[in-house]
């Protein structure tokens, strides 16, 4: 099993792509769970912008950033041609 | 159906699908009929008791299956879509269907903890795990780490593990499963722990995980379906919109205005004042119970010999007598009477705002109430990522691509009922404020007059100050209440109440299943088949297989029929074992080749220990066990409560895996092809890992 410059690279995005999307991840979760009670001097859509994010924004980021990842590393293994056939 | 391409098989099971719950809602349509014509609120619930236990038999049987793969993997033709629902019931447990609305709606903000925590770790799982899980392609999660770093020591960890997070866990779901069925059909809990268990093992025991799987998704249809019904109706009661998750931004506005007008009603006030003078005797009375005894005693027989002796009006004279014979017989249970007092001093206080993140009488309450909100936070995430039934799911999936999108439809079909379930808690508390505080006891609401001589535990209403009008601190409610009684608040007939108990039913057998499936797999599979006998053939294996989830699935009830107290926190204890000691060695097993096998071992090992010793440490129900009398602050770490004890453990396991694995030599080439084999998901000369 020999792994080319090609693979790296393709092993490399992803690594890439992993961080961004867990940095996205901790900034919704942690960060905004840490500032929740000065996010909620705001208002959005009716409601306290921290009660907001912690109830719901959050959530709808996680199912954002789960289908970016599936729909990016998908392509990229068709870039990078190591994707499975049809049929498995 | 072996033969079927994939393609034909989605379409398949596209049209059966939507057949089934066309079918069921046609049920549903004709039971709300039969009521009508009068059909009774206890047969209702044995309809629908029967008739779900029944389809998800019919479903277990047709699945039923001797091949091995099939049994452990559903034969990995499960498409990204339905592995996302399947997930999805395997994931939301009684305490998610039931008891979710309800914690919002007691803890306001600080519940959203569980919320984000349960959502928000499938990003982890999908970053993480599952698109290399696949790729691996076995059996278990045992499997993975006995490949990745050799030997039996790592798997054998990986079992025990592996069993005791999901064995807590599955006894809560048979507990949720006899509380459900006994409440709704009158049968005793104890029998309704066995039709439970009736119901776990006809969806598992003849498929196994194909079984399961088929079951799950139907179990998901009919729980999402009886959760959204009544909070739809009921926001478009309150609120004139029927999209509950937008319209009670509108509802929470005006419950945080109520909020501050109770807090300040003189009514409220007076009963306020009763509950704190009643905890403050209390606790004065626990000082010297023999002299605070014999003086009340004394007090209140003085007192009905003084109105007599005055001739005061017979009313007076009566309630005095009747006090006198309400007071406690001996100094033991007036001792008992004083600790149940005690704890009115919760009540004492205002109502808690509902928005308010992390509130505390000072700043430094405040800050320890935000580390233990993110504490909760962290540990539910990383749990979620490294509890075996749940990370089990990906091996189904046809392909790796195929597991990358069913992580999103599974978060998705979470996701419906997790951002309903703060909407339901909100728009319950503004029917409470605003309808029951307030009303006269003489004419309740309905439904509150119906829970309440049902079932105190779940809702009494006591008359403190006399007035005759429900006062909110008058009010005590156990959280299961929300969704229990959210059709009758609405206002909605008995059969929806009934469709709502069907739901947490599905919810909590699926959860069951999936776990017991678990422990079996990791006794049958990696303790027999991989330690014990690998020459072992098929029939031998599904055999075994068979054998021990009835016999695991006996113990379960077993323990759960002697009704363990704690349940609620073992669950909650459960994701921060999970984390501690899986979540470092798997995602280290991915991402760095140079984790090594004493890394790992020392990993698993240092995470579970930290966390095991923190919960012994701070948890009352463990402290009392081990008689441990050191006081809990002292052994506190930043006042971080016992249930989020993986904050340590984490670490602490990422940690001693990567200063373990620097000391010991690097990991051979063959265990450095396997992780590239995983992370590629097509490698040409690639080894073959997966499992038949």
């Known amino acids: ?88 | 159906m072996a033969t079927v391409s994939q393609s034909t098989f989605n379409q398949q099971l596209k049209r059966y699908y939507s057949i089934y719950t066309g079918g069921f809602v046609g049920f549903i349509i004709v039971l709300g009929i039969a009521e009508q014509m009068g059909l009774s609120n206890r047969w209702i619930g044995y309809c629908f008791l029967f008739a779900t236990i029944l389809l998800y038999a019919v479903i277990g049987i047709t699945s039923r299956t001797a091949e091995v793969s099939e049994y452990y993997v559903a034969g990995r033709r499960v498409p990204a879509f339905f592995n996302g629902m399947a997930t999805g019931a395997d994931w939301m447990s009684a305490a998610s269907f039931i008891g979710m609305a309800g914690t919002l709606y007691l803890s306001g903000f600080d519940g959203l903890a569980f919320v984000m925590g349960w959502t928000g770790g499938y990003v982890l799982v999908a970053l993480f795990l599952a698109p290399y899980l696949r790729k691996f392609g076995q059996f278990t999660i045992p499997d993975f780490l006995g490949a990745r770093y050799g030997g039996n020591i790592v798997r054998s960890i990986g079992v025990v593990s592996a069993i005791v997070c999901s064995f807590v866990y599955v006894v809560a779901q048979i507990y949720g499963v006899g509380l459900i069925t006994s409440r709704f059909t009158g049968l005793e809990f104890g029998v309704g722990v066995f039709v439970g268990l009736a119901g776990i093992l006809v969806c598992s025991f003849l498929g196994g995980m194909k079984a399961v799987t088929w079951t799950q998704v139907a179990q998901y249809i009919i729980l999402i379906v009886a959760y959204m019904i009544p909070v739809v109706w009921l926001s478009a009661k309150h609120t004139g919109n029927p999209i509950p998750q937008i319209a009670y931004g509108q509802a929470l506005q005006k419950v945080t205005e109520r909020e501050k007008q109770l807090t300040a009603d003189p009514k409220e006030k007076e009963v306020r004042d009763i509950l704190k003078a009643r905890a403050d005797a209390a606790t004065a009375g626990l000082k010297d119970p023999n002299k605070a005894y014999t003086e009340g005693r004394a007090a209140a027989e003085k007192r009905v010999a003084d109105l007599k002796a005055s001739q005061a009006p017979a009313d007076q004279i009566g309630a005095a007598e009747t006090a006198l014979a309400a007071y406690p017989k001996d100094v033991e249970a007036a001792k008992n009477q004083w600790n149940k007092d005690k704890g009115l001093a919760a009540r004492a206080a205002p109502p808690r705002p509902h928005a308010e993140p992390f509130p505390g009488k000072d700043e430094a309450a405040r800050n320890t109430a935000r580390l233990n909100f993110l504490g909760i936070v962290f540990c539910m995430m990383i749990g979620t990522a490294a509890l075996p039934h749940i990370l089990m799911r990906y091996y189904t999936t046809p392909s790796v691509r195929d597991a990358r999108l069913s992580v999103g439809w599974s978060l998705f079909f979470i996701f419906l009922l997790y951002f309903t379930a703060p909407a339901l808690a909100v728009l319950a508390k503004y029917d409470v404020y605003h309808f029951l505080v307030g009303s006269k006891f003489a004419e309740l609401p309905a439904w509150a007059a119906n829970w309440a001589r049902v079932d105190p535990a779940l809702l009494s209403i006591t008359d403190l100050n006399k007035d005759g009008i429900v006062q909110l601190a008058e009010i005590v409610l156990g959280g299961d209440i929300i969704v229990l009684a959210t059709p009758e608040i609405a206002g909605l007939p008995y059969v929806i109440s009934g469709l709502v108990a069907a739901g947490g039913l599905a919810a909590a057998l699926s959860t069951a299943d999936g776990l017991l499936l678990t422990i079996a797999n990791a006794l049958s599979h990696d303790l027999y088949y991989k330690m014990i006998n690998p020459n072992a053939p098929t029939k031998a294996r599904l055999a075994v297989a068979k054998g021990l989830l009835l016999v695991v699935a006996i113990v379960a009830a077993y323990v759960t029929s002697l009704k363990p107290g704690d349940i609620l926190f073992l669950v909650g204890a459960a994701f921060s074992l999970a984390a501690s000691s899986f979540f470092p060695a798997l995602v280290l097993g991915v991402f760095w080749k140079r984790a090594t096998k004493w890394g790992a071992i020392s990993g698993m090992l240092a995470g579970l220990g930290v966390c095991v010793y923190y919960m012994v440490m701070t948890y009352p129900f463990f402290r009392t066990m081990f008689n441990i009398t050191v006081p809990i602050a002292d052994v506190q770490w930043f006042g971080m409560n016992p249930i989020s004890a993986g904050v340590f453990g984490v670490p602490v396991g990422f940690a001693a895996i990567v200063i373990v694995s620097l000391l010991t030599p690097a990991p051979e080439k063959e265990v450095q092809d396997l992780v590239d084999h995983v992370r590629y998901p097509v490698l040409a000369g690639d080894i073959d890992t997966r499992a038949t």
């Not at chain 1, 979760?29 to 719901?56: I, K």
């Not at chain 1, 068709?78 to 499975?84: C, F, I, K, L, T």
């Open chain 1, 1 to 88: 099993m020999q792994l080319t410059e090609k693979h790296r690279e393709y092993w490399n995005k992803n690594l890439t792509i992993t961080a961004i999307l867990l940095a996205i991840w901790f900034v919704v979760t942690f960060v905004e769970g840490w500032y929740a009670r000065e996010l909620n001097q705001f208002t959005f859509l009716g409601f306290p912008f921290g009660f907001y994010m912690s109830a719901q924004g959050s959530l709808i980021v996680y199912v954002v950033l789960i289908w970016f990842y599936a729909l990016y590393m998908n392509k990229m293994d068709r870039v990078y041609d190591v994707h499975e056939g049809e049929d498995d």
